[in-house]
């Protein structure tokens, strides 16, 4: 069973910057197709950003395009999510996602979840 743990969140002001961290429990996570999904209260979860296996694919949702940024150290066996510019409506749990057959971008089509880490944005 692939493990996903994420780390770095915290609380920050508007303006400031944070990196997510993911580490994945294979050796072999550079076959994976990841990404990051998040959940603000009282909303469903929202699909943030994910990159192919070499990160030669990366694709952003619209609401963060230009301000994050996904990158992955597959030697490592982490994926990580550089968020810039933070705004109070980045403020959400943020979750790190996996599969090995992507199928589109959907929170369903990912096979392996992460137990999330809070990011909080003070305006």
């Known amino acids: 069973q692939v493990q996903l743990v994420e780390s770095g969140g915290g609380l920050v002001q508007a303006g400031d910057s944070l990196r997510l961290s993911c580490v994945v429990s294979?050796?072999?996570?550079?076959?994976?197709?990841m990404g990051w999904f998040r959940q603000a209260p009282g909303e469903e979860r929202e699909f943030v950003a994910y990159?192919?296996?070499?990160?030669?694919?990366?694709i952003y949702a619209d609401s963060v395009k230009g301000r994050f940024f996904i990158s992955r150290d597959n030697a490592k066996n982490t994926m990580y999510l550089h968020m810039n510019d933070l705004k109070p409506q980045d403020t959400a749990i943020y979750y790190c996602?996996?599969?090995?057959?992507?199928?589109?971008?959907?929170?369903?089509?990912?096979?392996?979840w992460g137990q999330g880490t809070q990011v909080t944005v003070s305006s």
């Open positions: 294979e050796s072999s996570s550079g076959t994976y197709v």
């Open positions: 996602v996996a599969t090995q057959n992507y199928r589109g971008r959907s929170a369903g089509n990912w096979n392996y």
């Open positions: 990159a192919s296996p070499t990160a030669y694919t990366r």
